[in-house]
């Protein structure tokens, strides 16, 4: 059983820095994604960005392009989000997820951490 626990969510002014990481367990393979997803209340989750966990490939929403970085460390098995230049619009529930290819669909990912919360204050 694939299980992801997310970490490194809080308060944090506009302009300022966070790193979100989500540690994996139970995976026996490399082919697949981890991807970062977020929910505000009242609407639907909304991609992020993603990787691929043997290439490091990343793929981002355009809202968050050259302020998001994610990275991963395959010996700790663990993903990471830097987000820098936070704006409030950023504020939501940042989930990360995995799945067997690269998507920005949140159906294309198979589980789901429990999400960590993020407010951008302005």
């Known amino acids: 059983q694939?299980?992801?626990v997310e970490?490194?969510?809080g308060l944090v002014q506009t302009g300022g820095s966070l790193r979100l990481s989500c540690a994996q367990s139970g995976r026996r393979f490399t082919g697949y994604a981890?991807?970062?997803f977020r929910q505000t209340p009242g609407k639907e989750r909304a991609f992020v960005a993603t990787i691929s966990?043997?290439?490091g490939r990343t793929f981002y929403a355009d809202s968050v392009k050259g302020r998001f970085t994610m990275?991963?460390?395959v010996a700790k098995n663990t993903g990471y989000l830097q987000m820098d230049?936070?704006?409030p619009?950023?504020?939501a529930i940042y989930y990360c997820a995995t799945g067997i290819a690269l998507g920005t669909l949140d159906r294309e990912y198979d589980y789901w951490g429990q999400g960590t919360q993020v407010t951008v204050s302005s």
Request: charge should be neutral.
């Open 2 to 4: 694939v299980r992801l």
């Open 7 to 9: 970490s490194g969510g």
């Open 34 to 36: 981890m991807a970062w």
């Open 53 to 55: 966990w043997s290439t």
């Open 71 to 73: 990275s991963r460390d």
């Open 85 to 87: 230049s936070l704006k």
């Open 89 to 91: 619009d950023d504020t």
